[in-house]
């Protein structure tokens, strides 16, 4: 068990604490932000300190890390935290729920949030600083680049490859064989049945309102 640093004050962090502290792996000791994002001098009744004074602090020899940042800016913005916390020499951990079946005998990289009901197969391969949300299925030969965040029940069929600050939505699915490119952002839903390119965007065809009632619907 390490003391624990989580970088944010949103419900990435607010989750990233509920995790942490509910299977014991870690004791969180404080939060931190940039100064300019710190309204307060708490977060969950837990310190909240400028990320800037954090390695006076907290000592990266005494503390380690997790950055509980989600994936605005297609990831970015969490993929520089993880950049900074590094160049600072703290060590990024990473947490697998107990009810996540990880079958893959290659353990994921660092700064990885892997939840419950996840699916990781046989031979597949996890990047660094990815989050892959409850209930979505990783299959076999399959690679996840790193910073990239994988929804709540998405897809990745066997032999995809997910491109570095990938997206993949709510429901999404990937077709086996498919290489989403860097920086791909699939939709809620969308299902990728061939390659797609970089800095792409696809979404799947949104809900269309009919013109009777629910009242008057046949279920």
Same mark, same amino acid.
């Given at each position: 068990?390490?003391?624990?640093?989580?970088?944010?004050?949103?419900?990435?962090?607010?989750?990233?604490?509920?995790?942490?502290?509910?299977?014991?792996?870690?004791?969180?000791?404080?939060?931190?932000?940039?100064?300019?994002?710190?309204?307060?001098?708490?977060?969950?009744?837990?310190?909240?300190?400028?990320?800037?004074?954090?390695?006076?602090?907290?000592?990266?020899?005494?503390?380690?890390?997790?950055?509980?940042?989600?994936?605005?800016?297609?990831?970015?913005?969490?993929?520089?935290?993880?950049?900074?916390?590094?160049?600072?020499?703290?060590?990024?951990?990473?947490?697998?729920?107990?009810?996540?079946?990880?079958?893959?005998?290659?353990?994921?990289? &660092?700064? +990885?949030? #892997?939840?419950?009901? @996840?699916? %990781?197969?046989?031979?597949? $391969?996890? =990047?660094?600083?990815?989050?892959?949300?409850?209930?979505?299925?990783?299959?076999?030969?399959?690679?996840?680049? &790193?910073? +990239?965040? #994988?929804?709540?029940? @998405?897809? %990745?069929?066997?032999?995809? $490859?997910? =491109?570095?600050?990938?997206?993949?939505?709510?429901?999404?699915?990937?077709?086996?064989?498919?290489?989403?490119?860097?920086?791909?952002?699939?939709?809620?839903? @969308?299902?990728?049945?061939?390659?797609?390119?970089?800095?792409?965007?696809?979404?799947?065809?949104?809900?269309?309102?009919?013109?009777?009632?629910?009242?008057?619907?046949?279920?």
């Amino acid at each position: 068990m390490a003391n624990l640093i989580l970088f944010g004050a949103g419900d990435m962090a607010r989750l990233a604490h509920f995790h942490f502290t509910r299977q014991g792996e870690h004791r969180v000791a404080a939060f931190t932000v940039d100064r300019e994002c710190r309204g307060t001098g708490e977060f969950l009744d837990l310190p909240l300190v400028d990320f800037e004074e954090l390695a006076r602090i907290y000592p990266p020899a005494e503390f380690k890390m997790f950055i509980a940042v989600g994936y605005r800016n297609m990831n970015l913005v969490r993929a520089a935290k993880y950049a900074a916390a590094k160049a600072m020499g703290y060590e990024l951990v990473s947490h697998i729920s107990p009810r996540c079946c990880y079958q893959s005998q290659f353990p994921p990289g &660092d700064n +990885c949030l #892997i939840l419950e009901n @996840a699916i %990781v197969e046989p031979f597949a $391969r996890i =990047g660094s600083d990815i989050t892959i949300w409850s209930g979505s299925l990783i299959a076999h030969d399959t690679v996840v680049e &790193d910073h +990239c965040f #994988i929804s709540a029940r @998405a897809v %990745v069929a066997g032999r995809c $490859r997910v =491109g570095a600050h990938s997206f993949v939505g709510v429901g999404a699915t990937v077709r086996d064989g498919v290489t989403l490119a860097p920086r791909t952002l699939l939709g809620a839903g @969308a299902v990728a049945v061939r390659d797609t390119e970089p800095d792409g965007v696809y979404v799947s065809p949104p809900a269309t309102k009919l013109d009777n009632s629910s009242d008057r619907a046949r279920l």
